[in-house]
């Protein structure tokens, strides 16, 4: 345990493992606790990078207990065989909330006023606010948590628009929100909401040119991922009121440096990272990530592996097609005389409803267990079969 995990969390793992506790540490007092460790849950404060890695030879699973796993280095687990697990689903109502919530804050000036209450005026004319009934909603990603603000948009009356390159027509409609491409939802919205990944096309994709094209009267909402804003345009943004307005929960350094230009920015509201932070979601992303981590210890596949691919519902018989399709791999490798070069799959029958993706590691794993002496699991099969100039079809 390199991070604080919920009590609920705690009482699962302890009826299977023994648990130590080692919070707070630096990169190398955390390597020197590692060398006897089987898995290792982190929080986003803890990072788990490649020395950590090395200085646990034995570890099989990394449990992020949350959603972003930007503080781990994930292909350097993958090399190593060790699967990266989170739990995308625990907090995912207590994230759509603290956005709404952010945004109310910021509309209707509620820290302005409480501050103004608390030095003894009473100056309601100082703070009028703003409705969202009627406003336009613009969800940059409507993934899980875009999802969630879009369906509690409805109860404030709100239209609802969104941009995500990878969400269809369909899903985006059952959510209530209309797909629109990212220049037309920076151009109709009072509000827009950041809800997308960090991946190197979305880091700084609020910059000086999208916020030029806001309207001077909308605000933007950030819990996302903080390196999706540069916080240099927006605070410039705001000095000059191209923007009427940011409410920030994540920053590309946390904590937020006491020269970050947004601390002295104007019409701003700051939190420190809680949008996750309700006693419920702490809860649930424990217990989640706890069940997966046991699983893998016990050698079956995780539900929200970052790193391996996810196994098919046991509705359809996963663990049974995993099983089997590792036995068919190291019976083909009984049966060759020398490494083979070329693995040729072919499905029919019910796996053809399958994603073939898990199957065909499963496979390739149970082939190169017969000749590899390093670790092989679903996690690292594939990259290992590449590396050694194995084709697959």
């Not at 997966?292 to 519902?313: K, T």
Request: hydrophobic share 50%; aromatic share 2%; charged share 25%.
């Amino acid at each position: 345990m390199a991070d604080p995990l919920a009590e609920d969390g705690l009482v699962l793992l302890r009826e299977r493992c023994e648990v130590r506790t080692t919070t707070g540490l630096s990169e190398a007092d955390l390597a020197a606790h590692l060398a006897d460790v089987d898995a290792l849950i982190v929080r986003s404060e803890t990072k788990v990078t490649a020395k950590i890695l090395d200085a646990a030879p034995r570890l099989a699973v990394v449990g992020r207990a949350g959603v972003g796993v930007d503080n781990i280095d994930v292909p350097a687990a993958t090399a190593r065989g060790v699967y990266v697990v989170n739990a995308p689903l625990g907090n995912i109502v207590a994230a759509a909330e603290h956005a709404l919530a952010l945004a109310l804050t910021l509309l209707r000036r509620i820290t302005d006023a409480d501050r103004s209450v608390r030095a003894g005026e009473w100056t309601r004319s100082k703070f009028i606010g703003r409705e969202l009934r009627g406003k336009t909603l613009g969800l940059v990603g409507i993934g899980r948590v875009g999802s969630e603000v879009a369906r509690r948009a409805a109860a404030f009356e709100m239209h609802v628009i969104a941009h995500d390159p990878f969400a269809t027509e369909a899903s985006a409609r059952a959510a209530g929100a209309q797909l629109v491409e990212l220049d037309e939802l920076l151009r109709s919205a009072d509000l827009v909401s950041l809800h997308t990944p960090l991946t190197e096309k979305t880091r700084n994709l609020i910059n000086a040119d999208a916020l030029a094209k806001m309207k001077p009267t909308a605000v933007i909402v950030n819990c996302a991922r903080g390196e999706v804003v540069d916080l240099a345009a927006l605070a410039a943004a705001l000095e000059a009121g191209t923007i009427a307005g940011a409410a920030l929960d994540v920053y590309p350094s946390e904590p937020l440096p006491a020269d970050s230009p947004i601390r002295g920015a104007p019409r701003t509201v700051l939190t420190p990272h809680i949008a996750g932070s309700t006693a419920e979601a702490q809860v649930n992303v424990a217990v989640d990530v706890v069940r997966q981590i046991l699983d893998v210890l016990d050698g079956h596949p995780a539900r929200f592996a970052v790193n391996a691919p996810r196994p098919p519902s046991d509705e359809a018989g996963g663990s049974a097609w995993l099983r089997l399709g590792e036995r068919v791999g190291a019976l083909v490798a009984q049966l060759l005389d020398e490494r083979p070069a070329k693995l040729q799959l072919a499905y029919s029958g019910k796996l053809l409803e399958l994603d073939a993706e898990p199957l065909r590691a499963a496979v390739v794993r149970g082939l190169l267990e017969t000749f590899s002496a390093e670790r092989v699991n679903l996690v690292n099969a594939l990259a290992i079969a590449r590396s050694r100039g194995l084709v697959i079809e």
